[in-house]
């Protein structure tokens, strides 16, 4: 399973999603009206609209933040403008990184983004400075004690699916972003809640980290992610589940 898999479903199992609510309910608030902006009100015909509203109903996000988010996104309530931009940089032992996010400043953004990098141990890149190591691929975490290899790999594949990776104590379910939402249902459909599911941005190989220089690359992950502004980060770090468990202990 690839770095950010990991730590995003460890973070998940231990419910630090639950103690950043607030924060996730701006990020989230952000991506409902950008789609909305690019696609149109109705998640029916906006896939990626319905897959954010998912991600909102799913941390219990009011419904009337919901509709208001959607409005500004096309226009029938006043509100702020956001820019999708993507920073390339490394981190710690030389890992790729790609930060994701929605800004309505971009010269505070970059600047944040950069002060973070540096403070710890990494820095910002040129653009298409790393991007050529990373692929978008849909990409579900499901729990091996959640779901038969076989029946899933069958759902999955007859959806759409490319592969089902096998990492120890998770399933990783592998498709192209065209067939991911279809792929989604049918893993749902065995009645299976996935750790993790997303569109992604998936390297073509990985560095493993461990020890110090691990643990400092788990800190500049919080820390990116602790900024309003990204949405997403990206990386080709491996690191061992203890490790990740030990630092969000």
Known sequence: MSGHSKWHSIKHKKGAADAKRGKIFTKIIKELTVAARAGGGDPDSNPRLRTVVAEAKSVNMPADNIKRAVRRGTGEEPGVSYDEVTYEGYGPGGVALMVDVLTDNKNRTVSEVRHVLSKHGGNLGESNSVAWMFTKRGCIVVPKAAA?????????????????????????????????????????????????????????????????????????????????DVRNVWSNFNIEEKEIEASLA
């Open 148 to 228: 038969d290899e076989e029946a899933l790999m069958s759902a999955a594949i007859d959806a759409g699916a490319d592969d089902l990776g096998d990492d120890g104590s998770h399933w990783e379910v592998v498709s192209s972003p065209d067939a991911f939402d279809a792929v989604l249902d049918a893993v749902k459909g065995l009645g299976v809640e996935p750790a993790s599911a997303e569109v992604a941005m998936m390297p073509q190989n990985y560095v493993k980290l461990e020890g110090k220089v691990a643990q400092q690359m788990l800190r500049l992950m919080e820390a990116l992610e602790d900024n309003d």
